[in-house]
């Protein structure tokens, strides 16, 4: 199984900056894409924020072109999102997600961290 364990949410005033962090842990043979997603209010779905591959090739949602940042360390198997200039629209929570296997003849299985919250005071 893959563990991922997200940190860096919190309480932010419009403007500010913050930076998520997600390790995944556990048995990993590979891992492919990674990427960040929120849920804006309960019940509503998940919406892709950010995605980077094993190669580096990221995609954003068009809210946050320009502010947000997805970076890895393929190393640590761990990705990051630096957000800047928030604003209250932008307070969620945030999920991260990867796509890894646990065994060279599996296929790829989609992971999911618990959430963290961000909330962008005006």
């Known amino acids: 199984q893959v563990q991922l364990v997200e940190s860096g949410g919190g309480l932010v005033q419009a403007g500010g900056s913050l930076r998520l962090s997600c390790a995944a842990s556990g048995t990993i043979y590979r891992v492919n894409a990674m990427g960040w997603y929120r849920r804006l209010a309960p019940g509503k779905q998940r919406d892709l924020v950010a995605?980077?591959?094993?190669?580096?090739?990221?995609n954003y949602a068009d809210s946050v072109k320009g502010r947000f940042t997805i970076t890895r360390d393929n190393a640590k198997n761990t990705v990051y999102l630096q957000m800047n200039s928030l604003n209250p629209e932008d307070t969620a929570v945030y999920y991260c997600n990867a796509q890894a296997s646990t065994r060279w003849f599996e296929s790829m299985s989609n992971y999911w961290g618990q959430g963290t919250q961000v909330t962008v005071s005006s």
């Open positions: 995605v980077i591959t094993s190669d580096g090739t990221t």
